[in-house]
């Protein structure tokens, strides 16, 4: 058999159900499953604008915070090196504190103790004074009590410049 001129598109019967099938579910869908496909993509999309929304003012939030933060720790910094200038200042002004409460208290040692010297040499005179005047009274006992010429008694006067020249 000779082939036959058969055309480009050629619809048999099977082709024509098929199609009008398709049509068929294709209204089925569109009445009963568009809405609620419809619903829960539009439920999404609004979900994913209200994320990026909300990720936005997150990030807004943590970027006031951030500054916020950083103020504080400026500020804290400057507090701290305020505390740390008050603190070296009161502790200068301690150190000269003492340093003058040590020289007044050294002032008034040694003028306690220039006037106990004082008071030592002065009591030393007294004791060196009472100690000549009770050799010159022994001299004189001695002198008077052996009734010797004045020979006898220059000589123990000697004696006695001797002996008070040897005990200083």
Do not use: C, H
């Not at 439920?43 to 103020?71: P, S, T, V, W």
């Not at 009274?137 to 123990?156: F, H, P, R, S, T």
């Amino acid at each position: 058999m000779a082939p036959q001129n058969m055309p480009a598109v050629s619809i048999d019967i099977n082709m024509f159900w098929q199609i009008i099938n398709f049509l068929i579910l294709m209204f089925f869908f569109k009445k009963y499953f568009q809405k609620p496909i419809a619903k829960v993509l539009d439920a999404r999309k609004e979900k994913i604008a209200n994320d990026l929304k909300q990720a936005e003012i997150d990030k807004e939030m943590a970027a006031k915070a951030n500054g916020e933060a950083q103020g504080i720790v400026k500020s804290a910094k400057t507090e701290a090196n305020e505390m740390l200038l008050r603190a070296e200042k009161k502790a200068d002004e301690r150190k000269e504190t003492i340093l003058k409460e040590a020289n007044t208290q050294r002032e008034k040692m040694l003028k306690s103790a220039e006037v106990e010297i004082e008071k030592m040499k002065e009591q030393a005179r007294k004791e060196l004074q009472l100690e000549v005047t009770d050799l010159a009274v022994k001299l004189a006992e001695k002198m008077i009590n052996e009734k010797v010429d004045a020979k006898i008694g220059a000589n123990l006067l000697d004696q006695f410049i001797g002996e008070v020249g040897e005990e200083k």
